[in-house]
């Protein structure tokens, strides 16, 4: 018991603090989750989560960090989730999109290692012409996807 809480002393404040207020295993009920909303037993009125998304966001990337994510209650934000919901995207036909950069990296690598193996080729040909006199293919650095 005493390596446990020597373990959790190495953690953030913050994580200290979310686990000193809701401990592992016990925010796993509905009623108990402080990331989702809840309902008043009586009056029948919604209440806010205790922690907002970017409350869970910044708690989940740290007990990621740490290694600790799974100790957390089911969370939107927990890497589980979003990897369920990315599958799910996949699944049904719906590639991820990202930026520009990403989609077109693939191409531009392919392109990239074409034209190192044509290189010593190139070099031959640039300087048996005289080193650009009457050199046609100039190597452009746009790619063409």
């Not at 989702?36 to 209440?47: A, L, S, Y």
């Not at 989560?49 to 989940?60: D, V």
């Amino acid at each position: 018991m005493a390596d446990y809480v020597s373990l959790a002393r190495l953690l953030p404040t913050r994580l200290q603090r979310f686990f000193a207020r809701f401990p592992p295993g016990t925010a796993n009920n509905v009623r108990a989750n402080p990331f989702k909303p809840t309902v008043h037993t009586v009056t029948k009125v919604w209440h806010n989560p205790i922690y907002s998304l970017r409350q869970q966001a910044e708690l989940c990337k740290m007990a990621r960090k740490y290694g600790i994510e799974e100790l957390l209650p089911p969370s939107s934000k927990s890497s589980i989730e979003r990897e369920a919901r990315r599958a799910q995207r996949e699944a049904k036909g719906l590639t991820v999109r990202g930026h520009r950069v990403e989609r077109t990296l693939k191409a531009r690598i392919e392109m990239r290692k074409e034209a190192m193996e044509k290189m010593p080729k190139m070099i031959e040909e640039w300087k048996r012409r005289g080193h650009g006199r009457g050199w046609k293919d100039w190597p452009s650095g746009k790619a063409r996807f």
